[in-house]
């Protein structure tokens, strides 16, 4: 390969992110079938399938054009249609990021501790650091005030 040559043949600039709505929970069992569809069938223009993680009723496929995911989809069985237009490449990262449990609890917010001597009781963050991924709470169910540095992992956010 000589230094002007690319490795990869699709060009970046060319893609779309095409949405296909399915039935909820089906995503994964659409996501196989289209994958064996589109091996068997020798199908040119599908580089990946997306399954976001927080999205229910929805896959993302790469692809070169809206025509090749309607030729490849239309006879599969949880498939509901296609969604209108198609996404970009930075909205489709901001749907498959892991985003850490640490980074979404901030200072003031009531928590659950879920392991260790605490277990079970609520709590109030006092102080979150993301270095030593640990978190400082108050404990709201003590007649006094406790405070008390947990590991992270230790605690999730207490349902409303």
């Excluded at 390969?1 to 600039?13: A, H, L, P, Q, V």
């Excluded at 994964?28 to 927080?54: F, Q, R």
């Excluded at 901001?94 to 850490?100: A, T, W």
């Amino acid at each position: 390969m000589s230094d002007g040559e690319e490795g990869d043949t699709r060009e970046d600039k060319h893609l779309k992110y095409v949405i296909l709505r399915t039935t909820a929970g089906q995503e994964l069992n659409v996501a196989l079938m289209l994958e064996s569809l589109v091996k068997s069938s020798g199908t040119k223009g599908v580089y990946s399938i997306i399954i976001p993680p927080k999205v229910k009723g929805y896959i993302i496929i790469e692809t070169e054009g809206h025509h090749i995911v309607h030729k490849v989809a239309k006879d599969i069985k949880h498939v509901k249609g296609q969604a209108m237009g198609s996404l970009t490449r930075d909205e489709v990262e901001k749907l498959i990021k892991v985003v850490s449990p640490l980074e979404e609890l901030h200072p003031g917010d009531v928590v659950e501790v879920i392991s260790g001597p605490f277990k079970g009781l609520k709590a109030q963050v006092v102080n979150v650091n993301l270095n030593r991924r640990t978190v400082t709470l108050n404990i709201l169910e003590a007649s006094f005030k406790m405070e008390v540095t947990l590991p992270a992992d230790d605690v999730k956010p207490a349902k409303k």
